[in-house]
């Protein structure tokens, strides 16, 4: 099983139509090993307005696309890259590129705040 692609994550998609796009994880479906990435897969809804004001018309959405069509991208690599898993010395579980050795970190939003 590979490693675990989170959301806010920068990803490249490794293949099919959008291969070669780089985009963030906004959503991770986790059930379905799938994951909506900004701007891939691109697809046109044809919307009527239910209520006035909401948008209708053609409304643009970004498809998920499988866990296995993206890889993370490493930030020293700059490329999308396998990653691995380590244990730190204080024993947290962080993901590694298996190109270079760094450590990817977590975006920002998952790190527990220190103070207080
Ligand atoms: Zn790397």
Redesign the pocket.
């Known amino acids: 099983m590979a490693a675990r692609v989170v959301k806010n994550d920068t990803v490249v998609v490794v293949t099919g139509r959008d291969r070669g796009t780089e985009g963030k994880v906004t959503r991770v479906l986790v059930d379905q090993g799938r994951v909506v990435v900004e701007g891939v897969n691109t697809r046109i809804r044809h919307v009527k307005a239910k209520q006035p004001g909401q948008p209708a018309g053609r409304v643009e959405f970004f498809a998920p696309v499988a866990v296995s069509n993206v890889a993370v991208v ?4 700059k490329r999308g ?1 396998r990653l691995g898993a380590k244990f730190l010395a204080d024993g947290t579980k962080v993901r590694v ?6 450590v ?1 970190e977590k975006p920002e939003w998952q790190k527990v705040p220190s103070n207080g």
Request: aromatic share 0%.
């Open positions: 490493c930030p020293s690599c890259v590129c298996r190109s270079c050795g760094d990817i």
